[in-house]
Every structure is written in structure tokens, then in C-alpha cells.
């Protein structure tokens, strides 16, 4: 009878899909504990129905915002010319370096009633308080906007792809049709980028329903702010699971929602004619319009906020910048960068062991862990919590049963579950970036190395990590910068007296404090612009000659 080998590598598959897939059992699991509890019954009769009407009307806003946006600045980006086009290109990526909850503090400084805005208007026609009306920034709309600001970058990338990918060839056939360029681009060019335009949107939908810093700062009531309160200022883990859980539920029927759209379309070029196009040139008012409404989204999604940021920080800034400032960056960058090195090792690790096995297992596991991006941090801090703090109170009574003392909290009392909490979000961005750099890798390079006799360790350290030097530097980038930037789950499992960057900001501006959280906002967006730089480099090299 032949003997199955089970790899080392798809046990360690096995044991990481099993440990990112814990925190949603365990939020999944608490649903059906304790019956429903009094907490429960109070939030489903009062806030509930405010915590899904907010996050529809969320969802709605900002997945209509920025599709408009995202499509319009890449088909113009993509196939047209104008003065500026090729700064466009990739400088419209740059909002994704700011973070919402930054965006919202510094839009909220910026339009408040003592802001520059507000005081130019009374000074330049002599209004005096209640003269005039001025919208709030801190409101359901105001925070739609935030988001679509910073969010469809998203849209923009993968739609500018699928616009260069599919758009040549067909775009011909239709000309030679009679088509002109509205009637091509609603007929042709759209639904053949309908799939990345929409799996766009629904990236941004998932930010959306996982962010906390903007929706608690301008008091719109959501599903994390409730995960949140319910922990933290009702104390009631029950509840704060069965809230984590409908909001994965929300998260899972947009992903669903996302796939059935597609339906049994395909979306193949069927045509070997797609060299690239030479953009349409477009002049006067035409070209003015096409600067507009590339400058204006670029404008209010990055140039403005970084140059309030920075203004601030220099001006003004955080009164206790010096020690304090640097403890909070060191605690930020120790986390970051314990986290990224560990997500790059596992990803390396699972990409591999799919590469070797080539089975369906593998290739299931890895989809698995990848899983863990759309998970909200909220939900992720939930579910990490519950058990480990079981698995940590369990530890502590067997370290004090065998040697006399209590030890306290190993696990939750210092970063390692803040860690793992962190693993499980992120580890799909650095496993979906390895995978795709390893694929473009030709087995025969492992047959080569095999027939030199290399192990598959010697032939992964040797031959492929070397080639992927360039993949895992770039995987680790994201990740680190992911970490910077994550909130919810910092504010719910920090261990005590442990800051980070995002904390600083977030409690700095909750104290109305913004000029002083500047530089605490600032250092996250400068942080954030490290990967966008190679982005953008990928983005300017895929355009046209």
C-alpha cells in the first residue's frame, strides 16, 4: 500500500489557517453562549437599528462616491492625453497614505468655526455668528465624504488596469462599428471593467465597515463603534460578539454580493490586437475639465490634508514632542515591524508549501488565511480576545498551582495577542503579494535545482528567496504599514500605559486636542507614502509609450 508524505510546509499551513480561522469561530461561538443578555436586549431596542441604518447609508454613499470618482480619473488617465496626465497617473494614488480617521480630524479643524475657512468668510463680508449657515463636517455625509476621499484609490487602480489590459483592441472594433467615444466607452470599455471596478468598490466597502476613528470622532453610530462600547463601556463580551458577529455577517454578504454579480459572465479579449492605444488628445475646454477632475479628488484627498498636517506640526504641534513622541513611534515601529517579519515568514512558508503540493488543500488554506483582510479589526479584537484571555487566565492558575505565584497576564498583558490580532488582518497582504511574485517563477528552476541535489528548504533558501528579495521587501512594507495605520484593534487590546501613533492621534483629537495630534497623524501619512512610492512607480511604468 503506498504511503501518503504529508509536507512540513502544509502542516504549518494547516496550524496558521486553523489560528486565523479562531477568532471568527470564536466570535461565531459566543453567539450561542449565555442566551441574550440584558446588554443585548437594550442595544437591539434602542441603537441597533441606528447601527445598520448608518452603515447601509455608509455603504451606499461611499460605494457610489467612489466608483464616480475612481472610473472618471481612470479612463481619463488611461486613455486620453492632457497636460499633466502623467503626474496624474500615479500621484492619484496618494490619498491611500492618509488614513480616514486623519482626514477627519484635519477637515474637522480645518471647517470648524475658528478654522480658516469659516473665519475668511466672516472677515471678507463681515458676518458675525448666525448670519450665515455652514454645513457640518461632523456628520453621516461629512464622514461618506471622508471616506470616499481617501478610498478610491482603490477603484482607480484596478479599473486604469482593466481599461489598459482589455480596452485596445475591441475599443478598435467598436470605432470600425461607427461607435464614438461615449457611445464605446458606456458599451464597450465599462462592462468589460466591470469585474475590477466592482471588486474595487467592494474593498472600499470593507474599509468602510472596519473603520472606527472616523465614525466615533464624528459620532455616527456603527457597528464598531458598538463592538466598542459594548466591551469597553457596558462590559459585556456576549454582546459585543453577537455585534461583531452581524457585522461580519454584513462584511460576508458583500463579498457574496460581490460574486453574484459576476454571475457566469467572462470577460476575456478574444482578440490578439491589444497593443496599446495612443490616447485621445484633448484640448481647451475638454482638457481643462479632464485636469479638474484629476486635480480635484488629488487635491482634497491628500495635497490639502498633508499641508494642514504639516502646517500644524510646524505651527503648533504636540506640546509633549521629544520623549514621549519617540516612545510612541518606538512602540509603533516595534509592532509593526515584529508583525511584518512574522507575516512575511508565514507567507513565504504558505506560498511555498501550495507550490510544492499543488493541491487543493494547499491551495484552500491559503485562501483560508487570506480570508482574514476583510475582517473588520473590531471583529478580529473580539474574537482574539475571548479565548485568549481564557487560555491566559488558564496559564496564570497553572503557573501559580506549580510554582507558588501569579504571573499575571502573559499573553493579553503585553503585545503578543495584539500581534497575533494583527497576523490575522494582515497576513493576507503580504500572502497575496509572495503568491503572485512566486508564480511568475518557472518550476523548471525547481527541477533544475532538484536535479543538482537541493532539498526543497536548500532550494527555497538558495534559489527562490533570493529572486523574491525584491517581493518580500515590498510584502513586508505593506504590512508594516497596515499595522501603523490600525486602529480598532489597538484600542481594544493595547496592554495598559501602551500607545502607539494611532492611539496618540485618535485621543488627542477625541480631547478636541487636533493641532497637538498633528504630529502623531503626520508621521502615520509620511509612513503610509513608503509603499505608495513603489506603487506609483508600478502605475507610471503600465501606461502607454
Known amino acids: 500500500m ?31 453562549v449565555g442566551g441574550t443578555s440584558a446588554t443585548w436586549a437594550h442595544l437591539s431596542a434602542t441603537v441597533l437599528p441606528e447601527y445598520i441604518a448608518n452603515s447601509v447609508w455608509l455603504c451606499l454613499g461611499v460605494g457610489v462616491g467612489v466608483a464616480l470618482i ?32 486623519v482626514m477627519a480630524y484635519v477637515y474637522t479643524d480645518f471647517l470648524q468655526f475658528v478654522g480658516p475657512v469659516q473665519t475668511f468668510l466672516r472677515d471678507t463680508f463681515g458676518w458675525a455668528h448666525g448670519d450665515y449657515w455652514f454645513p457640518d463636517i461632523r456628520t453621516l455625509p461629512g464622514a461618506m465624504l471622508m471616506f470616499v476621499c481617501v478610498l478610491y484609490p482603490y477603484v482607480y487602480l484596478l479599473a486604469r488596469t482593466a481599461f489598459l489590459e482589455r480596452a485596445s483592441g475591441m475599443l478598435e472594433a467598436a470605432r470600425t462599428l461607427g461607435l464614438g467615444p461615449w457611445r464605446a466607452f458606456f458599451a464597450v470599455s465599462l462592462p468589460l471593467a466591470r469585474p475590477a471596478i466592482v471588486a474595487g468598490v467592494a474593498l472600499a466597502l470593507m474599509e468602510t465597515l472596519a473603520d472606527y476613528g472616523t465614525v466615533a470622532y464624528f459620532a455616527v453610530n456603527t457597528f464598531t463603534t458598538g463592538i466598542y462600547r459594548a466591551w469597553f463601556s457596558l462590559g459585556d463580551r456576549v454582546a459585543a460578539a453577537q455585534l461583531a458577529a452581524m457585522l461580519l455577517a454584513f462584511v460576508l454578504f458583500l463579498l457574496t454580493m460581490e460574486r453574484i454579480s459576476r454571475g457566469r459572465a467572462r470577460y476575456h479579449n478574444t482578440t490578439g490586437r491589444n497593443r496599446p492605444m495612443a490616447g485621445a488628445r484633448l484640448k481647451g475646454l475638454a482638457a481643462s475639465l479632464a485636469v479638474l477632475a484629476c486635480l480635484l479628488p488629488l487635491l482634497l484627498g491628500f495635497l490639502l490634508p498633508a499641508g494642514l498636517l504639516l502646517k500644524m506640526a510646524l505651527t503648533e504641534g504636540d506640546a509633549q514632542f521629544g520623549e514621549r513622541f519617540l516612545t510612541l513611534s518606538r512602540n509603533s515601529f516595534v509592532l509593526a515591524g515584529v508583525t511584518a517579519a512574522i507575516g512575511v515568514l508565514l507567507a513565504l512558508l504558505l506560498a511555498y508549501g501550495a507550490r510544492l503540493s499543488r493541491t487543493t488543500l494547499a491551495s484552500g488554506l491559503n485562501r483560508l488565511v487570506g480570508l482574514g483582510y476583510a475582517v473588520p479589526g473590531a471583529v478580529i479584537a473580539v474574537g482574539v480576545l475571548i479565548p485568549v484571555t481564557r487560555l491566559d487566565n488558564w496559564l496564570a492558575g497553572q503557573w501559580l498551582a506549580w510554582f507558588g505565584h501569579n504571573p499575571g497576564l502573559l499573553l493579553t498583558g503585553g503585545i503578543a495577542a495584539l500581534i497575533y490580532a494583527y497576523l490575522v488582518r494582515f497576513l493576507a497582504v503580504a500572502l497575496h503579494t509572495v503568491e503572485s511574485s512566486l508564480g511568475k517563477i518557472t518550476p523548471s528552476m525547481d527541477d533544475a535545482a532538484r536535479s543538482l541535489g537541493l532539498g526543497q528548504g536548500e532550494t527555497l533558501r538558495r534559489v527562490h528567496a533570493p529572486m523574491l528579495r525584491g517581493s518580500l521587501l515590498t510584502a513586508g512594507l505593506l504590512v508594516f504599514v497596515d499595522v501603523m495605520k490600525e486602529l480598532p484593534a489597538t484600542l481594544v487590546m493595547r496592554p495598559f500605559n501602551f500607545d502607539t501613533l494611532a492611539t496618540q492621534a485618535y485621543t488627542l483629537a477625541s480631547d478636541e486636542r487636533l493641532a497637538e495630534a498633528s504630529t502623531a497623524a503626520l508621521a502615520i501619512v509620511v509612513v503610509g507614502l513608503l509603499p505608495l512610492i513603489a506603487l506609483s512607480r508600478q502605475v507610471s511604468a503600465a501606461r502607454r509609450p
Open 2 to 32: 503506498r504511503k501518503t508524505h504529508v509536507s512540513p510546509l502544509l502542516i504549518v499551513g494547516l496550524i496558521v489557517a486553523a489560528l486565523a480561522a479562531l477568532p471568527v469561530a470564536s466570535v461565531g461561538l459566543n453567539l450561542f
Open 70 to 101: 475612481g472610473v472618471t480619473t481612470a479612463w481619463l488617465t488611461a486613455m486620453h492625453d492632457f497636460p499633466g496626465r502623467r503626474v496624474f497617473e500615479w500621484a492619484l494614488v496618494l490619498p491611500l497614505a492618509v488614513p480616514a480617521y
